[in-house]
Protein backbone atom coordinates (compact mmCIF):
# COMPACT_ATOMS: atom_id res chain seq x y z
CA UNK A 1 0.00 0.00 0.00
CA UNK A 2 1.05 3.59 -0.93
CA UNK A 3 1.79 5.60 1.86
CA UNK A 4 -0.59 8.29 2.40
CA UNK A 5 0.61 11.76 3.50
CA UNK A 6 -1.92 14.59 4.85
CA UNK A 7 -1.71 18.39 4.52
CA UNK A 8 -2.98 21.41 4.80
CA UNK A 9 -5.12 22.17 1.03
CA UNK A 10 -3.82 25.15 -0.96
CA UNK A 11 -5.29 27.21 -3.91
CA UNK A 12 -3.00 24.81 -5.96
CA UNK A 13 -5.20 21.83 -4.77
CA UNK A 14 -8.23 23.58 -5.75
CA UNK A 15 -8.75 21.01 -8.96
CA UNK A 16 -8.27 18.18 -7.92
CA UNK A 17 -10.49 18.63 -5.06
CA UNK A 18 -12.95 20.06 -7.46
CA UNK A 19 -12.55 16.56 -9.70
CA UNK A 20 -12.74 14.28 -6.40
CA UNK A 21 -15.61 16.28 -5.55
CA UNK A 22 -17.44 16.00 -8.56
CA UNK A 23 -17.13 11.81 -8.46
CA UNK A 24 -18.90 11.64 -5.53
CA UNK A 25 -21.50 13.68 -7.29
CA UNK A 26 -21.64 11.83 -10.51
CA UNK A 27 -21.28 8.15 -8.53
CA UNK A 28 -24.42 9.55 -6.71
CA UNK A 29 -23.17 8.21 -2.91
CA UNK A 30 -21.79 11.50 -1.30
CA UNK A 31 -24.18 14.46 -1.77
CA UNK A 32 -27.35 16.18 -2.59
CA UNK A 33 -25.62 18.03 -5.02
CA UNK A 34 -26.97 16.92 -8.77
CA UNK A 35 -24.64 18.72 -10.95
CA UNK A 36 -21.09 18.93 -11.34
CA UNK A 37 -19.40 21.92 -9.70
CA UNK A 38 -17.40 24.16 -11.87
CA UNK A 39 -13.60 25.10 -10.66
CA UNK A 40 -14.74 28.71 -10.49
CA UNK A 41 -17.75 27.29 -7.68
CA UNK A 42 -14.67 24.88 -6.05
CA UNK A 43 -12.73 27.86 -5.85
CA UNK A 44 -15.12 30.29 -3.99
CA UNK A 45 -15.83 27.24 -1.83
CA UNK A 46 -12.79 27.65 -1.15
CA UNK A 47 -11.89 30.97 0.01
CA UNK A 48 -14.74 31.05 2.40
CA UNK A 49 -12.86 28.34 4.60
CA UNK A 50 -10.31 29.77 7.06
CA UNK A 51 -8.41 28.91 9.71
CA UNK A 52 -11.53 28.20 11.82
CA UNK A 53 -12.85 25.77 8.90
CA UNK A 54 -9.79 23.62 7.49
CA UNK A 55 -9.89 21.79 4.15
CA UNK A 56 -7.31 18.90 4.08
CA UNK A 57 -5.88 17.08 1.24
CA UNK A 58 -4.37 13.25 1.41
CA UNK A 59 -1.73 12.81 -1.24
CA UNK A 60 -0.45 9.48 -2.38
CA UNK A 61 1.71 8.73 -5.56
CA UNK A 62 1.69 12.13 -6.14
CA UNK A 63 -1.33 12.67 -6.40
CA UNK A 64 -4.15 13.96 -4.41
CA UNK A 65 -6.80 11.01 -3.25
CA UNK A 66 -8.72 12.41 -1.15
CA UNK A 67 -9.91 15.41 0.97
CA UNK A 68 -11.68 16.77 4.02
CA UNK A 69 -13.14 19.91 5.54
CA UNK A 70 -14.72 21.55 8.38
CA UNK A 71 -17.70 23.92 6.99
CA UNK A 72 -19.56 26.70 9.32
CA UNK A 73 -23.23 24.57 10.30
CA UNK A 74 -25.21 27.91 10.69
CA UNK A 75 -24.22 31.10 10.66
CA UNK A 76 -25.90 31.69 14.22
CA UNK A 77 -23.37 32.41 17.10
CA UNK A 78 -24.75 29.34 19.01
CA UNK A 79 -23.74 27.32 16.86
CA UNK A 80 -20.22 28.40 16.69
CA UNK A 81 -18.92 25.29 18.20
CA UNK A 82 -20.39 22.81 15.90
CA UNK A 83 -18.69 21.60 12.74
CA UNK A 84 -20.24 20.01 9.73
CA UNK A 85 -17.98 17.78 7.81
CA UNK A 86 -16.99 16.87 4.31
CA UNK A 87 -15.39 14.53 2.96
CA UNK A 88 -14.41 12.86 -0.48
CA UNK A 89 -12.34 10.04 -1.93
CA UNK A 90 -10.86 9.61 -5.02
CA UNK A 91 -12.86 6.18 -6.97
CA UNK A 92 -9.85 3.98 -6.99
CA UNK A 93 -8.79 5.19 -3.64
CA UNK A 94 -11.84 3.97 -1.50
CA UNK A 95 -11.87 1.48 0.80
CA UNK A 96 -8.02 1.58 1.56
CA UNK A 97 -7.92 3.83 4.75
CA UNK A 98 -7.82 7.33 3.09
CA UNK A 99 -10.63 8.01 4.41
CA UNK A 100 -9.77 6.92 8.32
CA UNK A 101 -6.38 8.94 8.02
CA UNK A 102 -8.80 12.04 7.00
CA UNK A 103 -10.92 11.66 9.91
CA UNK A 104 -8.88 10.88 12.25
CA UNK A 105 -6.92 14.60 11.32
CA UNK A 106 -9.91 16.69 10.92
CA UNK A 107 -10.67 15.48 14.27
CA UNK A 108 -7.92 16.35 15.57
CA UNK A 109 -7.80 20.01 14.15
CA UNK A 110 -11.79 20.25 15.50
CA UNK A 111 -10.57 19.39 19.00
CA UNK A 112 -7.52 22.12 18.74
CA UNK A 113 -10.22 24.72 17.42
CA UNK A 114 -12.53 24.69 20.59
CA UNK A 115 -15.22 22.55 18.39
CA UNK A 116 -17.87 21.13 20.90
CA UNK A 117 -18.74 18.31 17.80
CA UNK A 118 -19.28 17.43 14.63
CA UNK A 119 -22.40 17.02 12.43
CA UNK A 120 -22.90 14.99 9.01
CA UNK A 121 -25.46 14.07 6.36
CA UNK A 122 -24.99 10.89 5.01
CA UNK A 123 -26.71 8.14 2.89
CA UNK A 124 -27.98 5.30 4.00
CA UNK A 125 -27.27 3.07 1.03
CA UNK A 126 -23.48 4.45 1.47
CA UNK A 127 -22.48 1.53 3.33
CA UNK A 128 -18.56 1.79 3.29
CA UNK A 129 -19.24 5.74 4.34
CA UNK A 130 -21.76 4.71 7.62
CA UNK A 131 -18.91 1.96 8.53
CA UNK A 132 -16.33 4.75 8.42
CA UNK A 133 -18.20 7.16 10.67
CA UNK A 134 -19.11 4.95 13.23
CA UNK A 135 -15.52 3.48 13.57
CA UNK A 136 -14.78 7.40 13.89
CA UNK A 137 -16.93 7.51 16.80
CA UNK A 138 -19.75 9.14 14.56
CA UNK A 139 -23.59 8.16 16.06
CA UNK A 140 -26.73 8.38 13.74
CA UNK A 141 -29.01 10.75 15.67
CA UNK A 142 -31.81 10.63 12.91
CA UNK A 143 -33.22 10.18 9.52
CA UNK A 144 -34.62 12.87 7.19
CA UNK A 145 -36.67 10.94 5.04
CA UNK A 146 -37.04 11.50 1.46
CA UNK A 147 -34.56 14.36 2.20
CA UNK A 148 -33.62 14.94 -1.86
CA UNK A 149 -34.29 14.40 -5.57
CA UNK A 150 -31.43 12.67 -7.13
CA UNK A 151 -32.50 11.55 -10.66
CA UNK A 152 -36.09 10.80 -10.15
CA UNK A 153 -36.34 9.12 -6.88
CA UNK A 154 -36.46 10.34 -3.19
CA UNK A 155 -33.29 9.18 -1.21
CA UNK A 156 -33.27 10.09 2.78
CA UNK A 157 -30.52 11.26 4.85
CA UNK A 158 -28.88 10.25 7.66
CA UNK A 159 -27.69 12.83 10.14
CA UNK A 160 -24.82 11.97 12.74
CA UNK A 161 -22.81 13.40 15.25
CA UNK A 162 -19.36 13.26 17.20
CA UNK A 163 -19.82 14.76 20.58
CA UNK A 164 -15.75 15.51 21.65
CA UNK A 165 -16.66 16.56 25.09
CA UNK A 166 -20.42 14.68 26.25
CA UNK A 167 -21.48 15.45 29.36
Not at 153 to 166: C, G, P, Q, Y
Request: net charge neutral; aromatic share 10%; with cysteine.
Amino acid sequence: MEEIKLRDATQADVPSICAIHNQGIEDRVATLDVDPHTLDEQREWFHRHGRRHPVIVAEAVGATVGWASLNPFSARAAYRFVADLSIYIERQWRGKGVGTQLLHEIDARARALGYHKIVLAAFPFNQAGMRLYEKCGFRTVGIYREQGLIDGRWVDTIIMEKLFNER
